[in-house]
């Protein structure tokens, strides 16, 4: 199928060292292909679990809990918010990350699952046909719509409902979220879009080929190694990226076609040589126009430069350059740092 440029209009072209993403040849702009956020939440109240009845395709009449696509524009956070309050009319408060975000490869998705709480009685509203609270034993699990909505509850119920979230959700990290811009063009025809007057529609709308055209943030991840106490950090050396000079871990986008764990390791590996193994979750992040899972881990050997990092330098906690660390980063140190995880 042939994609046109956003920006003009153009059929687009495969980039020869990514053939999964595009480029315009008339004005140069980029159409990259990276999973999709997709963020939801696991509401508990004495000691039942909110789940919901799907009332659209796919899975409809299976059961799920609140959720759905990030917008751009919006955090995580208020992405999942806005979901509870559509589907079933609630007001939530996010208390934690349950296990670690799930990738759907075959559909190009990563889910990522709150754990939370919200007051009142919540009423089937868009895209639900029944809602209900269910103790661990009560869970229809033959009925549950998908395979990372399994994995959820199935963590959730190894956590223990009424017990304190394993990953609180410390939201720490602060940026200016950059309003979506509706590309112009139809990237299936090439047509010229409209806004659409209702999110059915999409945030834009094709009048020469009737297709919907959704803005959703990219998917990253990163990976923080630590040793002896000591973190891993790379001063960034690509001056066409956010926080040039500034201090950062090797991080990237996610590519369709892998887990976010291994584009944690992929893109450790391509920015220090290393081979990372993921201990645990640090949290979650919201960038200008991505989201980003942040993770750290541990690796054998000595990193080498690269393009991205042509300074590499392992710091202890008295070392930390604060004034020099990119804003993700930032938040992840802290949070190492206060468990214990970065020292000296």
Not at 88 to 93: R, Y
Not at 152 to 177: C, I, M, Y
Not at 187 to 205: D, I, P, T, Y
Request: contains cysteine.
């Amino acid at each position: 199928m042939s994609e046109y440029c956003g920006q003009c209009g153009t059929g687009l072209v495969p980039l020869k060292l990514e053939p999964t993403h595009r480029q315009c040849p008339a004005c140069g702009a980029f159409r990259f292909h990276n999973p999709i956020p997709v963020a939801g939440i696991l509401i508990v109240r004495d000691g039942k679990v909110l789940l919901t009845r799907r009332a659209i395709q796919p899975r409809a009449n299976f059961w799920t809990f609140p959720g759905g696509f990030v917008e751009r524009g919006e955090s995580v956070e208020e992405a999942v918010r806005r979901e509870v309050r559509e589907e079933i009319g609630l007001d939530a408060q996010i208390t934690g990350i349950v296990d670690s975000p799930y990738s759907m490869i075959d559909e190009g998705y990563v889910v990522i699952a709150f754990r939370g709480k919200a007051d009142g009685d919540p009423v089937a509203l868009s895209e639900v046909s029944e809602v209900g609270w269910f103790a661990p034993e009560e869970i229809p699990w033959s009925e549950i719509a998908f395979h990372t909505t399994t994995a959820a509850l199935r963590a959730l119920v190894e956590e223990g409902l009424n017990s304190e979230p394993a990953h609180p959700h410390q939201r720490r990290f602060k940026t200016v979220l950059e309003p979506y811009g509706l590309p112009v063009y139809c990237h299936n025809c090439g047509g010229v879009l409209r806004a659409s007057e209702s999110l059915e529609e999409g945030h834009g709308f094709c009048d020469t080929c009737t297709s919907p055209h959704w803005e959703n943030p990219a998917i990253a991840a990163s990976l923080l190694i630590v040793r002896d106490g000591r973190v891993l950090l790379g001063r960034r050396g690509n001056e066409n990226r956010p926080g040039f000079g500034m201090w950062a871990g090797p991080a990237g986008y996610g590519e369709i076609g892998e887990t976010i764990e291994e584009t944690a390791r992929r893109e450790l590996n391509e920015e220090t040589g290393l081979v990372g193994r993921i201990s645990d979750l640090i949290s979650v992040y919201t960038g200008s126009s991505h989201i980003e899972i942040a993770y750290y881990g541990s690796a054998h050997g000595e990193p080498s430069p690269s393009a991205e990092f042509p300074e590499l330098n392992w710091f202890a906690g008295s070392q930390l350059p604060w004034t020099e660390l990119f804003d993700s980063c930032e938040t992840s140190v802290t949070l190492l740092q206060e468990r214990g995880i970065i020292f000296g």
